[in-house]
């Protein structure tokens, strides 16, 4: 059966074609990039409107390219949560009208449940596991029993991993998307040029949340503090924050990793991209854990993950109704 994935819940306009689930015919991502870039940020206005005048074009690229015609789509899938609202309804509504046109099931899916879906589609990996999501607005400690089965361990209590990467390159001016040039950056500079560190991790109510919005404070407002002489050039204060940023995540995965006694772990969404977060993980190997990935293309916001998603609810004969409606609030996940 071949699905149609459409995404645009943030800055990404895409659309894919998935074959039974794991055959990734196409995948046309038309970023938004550049258009936002002047003003550091995704202005929610803009996405919208570029989302309307690209929708179209970019979901017959994604049939032209897979070799197939509109009338072999078995079924289509669409971001429907979280995300931003306009951009989201852009997709949904167009999903919703293509499938009632060729009369095939349709279904909403669930932004996070998507990334957490993603490595899945290239390298299936047996529940239960550990997954660890990291995107720009969301960073989620979970345990994943089943594609719909996900109980969040913890979440982050203010900043998400993506956004203080962000943030901090937008202070210094580092460029845009932020995630990206702090890693490109990080690797030409001294992790030990300031001292920041993470907060401790309590013990208490939820030992696997995470608080990003005081290393995001040292690193923009108390460089000084936390110098040990070196230069304060974008090099090293790029490397010196992620160093500290991903040391937490890692420290938290690790007692979750623990406690759980989970032996596996699948990493998503656009900081999964990151170098030092793919090395760290990666590093579980060595103690017998297995470690999965999904290629740097199904990391950052993609229709393929959502057509993979998608396939797996429509097979279990899920269905969503007409009358679904966009939503910029997560969905509920149980948190223990
Ligand atoms: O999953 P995603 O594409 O969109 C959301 O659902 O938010 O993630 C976007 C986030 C942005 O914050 C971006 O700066 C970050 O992923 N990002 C990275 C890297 N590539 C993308 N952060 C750190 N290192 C990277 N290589
Ligand atoms: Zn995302």
């Known amino acids: 059966m071949y699905v149609l994935g459409i995404e645009t819940s943030c800055d990404e306009c895409s659309a894919a074609i998935v074959e039974d689930g794991r055959n990734i015919l196409s995948n046309v991502i038309a970023t938004q990039i550049e258009l936002h870039r002047p003003f550091d940020g995704v202005v929610?206005?803009?996405?919208?409107?570029?989302?309307?005048?690209?929708?179209?074009?970019?979901?017959?690229?994604?049939?032209?390219?897979?070799?197939?015609?509109?009338?072999?789509?078995?079924?289509?899938?669409?971001?429907?949560?979280?995300?931003?609202?306009?951009?989201?309804?852009?997709?949904?509504?167009?999903?919703?009208?293509?499938?009632?046109?060729?009369?095939?099931?349709?279904?909403?899916?669930?932004?996070?449940?998507?990334?957490?879906?993603?490595?899945?589609?290239?390298?299936?990996?047996?529940y239960p596991y550990l997954g660890v999501l990291l995107s720009g607005g969301h960073?989620?400690?979970?345990?994943?029993?089943?594609?719909?089965?996900?109980?969040?361990?913890?979440?982050?209590?203010?900043?998400?991993?993506?956004?203080?990467?962000?943030?901090?390159?937008?202070?210094?001016?580092?460029?845009?998307?932020?995630?990206?040039?702090i890693d490109r950056l990080a690797q030409k500079g001294d992790p030990m040029a300031f001292k920041f560190s993470g907060p401790k991790m309590s013990s208490d109510y939820h030992p696997y949340d995470i608080s990003y919005s005081g290393l995001k404070t040292a690193v923009i407002n108390q460089l000084d503090i936390f110098s040990t002489g070196k230069p304060a050039t974008p090099e090293n204060i790029a490397a010196s924050f992620q160093r500290v940023a991903v040391g937490m995540l890692i420290k938290r995965v690790e007692k979750a990793l623990k406690d759980t006694g989970l032996k596996r772990i699948s990493a998503g969404g656009g900081v999964a991209a990151n170098s030092l977060v793919r090395s760290s993980l990666l590093a579980f190997e060595k103690d017998g854990y297995e470690v999965s990935f999904p290629s740097l293309k199904l990391c950052t916001d993609n229709g393929a993950m959502v057509a993979g998603l998608?396939?797996?609810?429509?097979?279990?004969?899920?269905?969503?109704?007409?009358?679904?409606?966009?939503?910029a609030r997560v969905s509920a996940f149980k948190k223990s």
Not at 115 to 126: D, K, S
Request: aromatic fraction near 8%; include cysteine.
């Open 44 to 126: 929610p206005e803009l996405a919208s409107r570029l989302h309307t005048e690209w929708i179209s074009q970019v979901v017959d690229a994604a049939v032209k390219q897979a070799g197939i015609k509109k009338e072999d789509i078995g079924a289509i899938a669409a971001t429907a949560r979280p995300g931003l609202l306009g951009s989201l309804l852009v997709g949904l509504n167009f999903a919703k009208g293509l499938a009632s046109v060729l009369d095939v099931p349709f279904i909403g899916i669930d932004h996070i449940r998507a990334h957490l879906y993603a490595p899945q589609i290239e390298h299936p990996l047996e």
């Open 139 to 181: 960073t989620v400690i979970c345990r994943v029993d089943s594609y719909d089965s996900i109980e969040v361990l913890g979440t982050t209590v203010d900043d998400a991993i993506g956004e203080a990467f962000d943030k901090v390159a937008k202070h210094y001016g580092l460029g845009y998307p932020g995630g990206v040039m």
């Open 310 to 327: 998608g396939y797996r609810y429509i097979q279990d004969g899920f269905r969503s109704d007409f009358s679904l409606s966009a939503s």
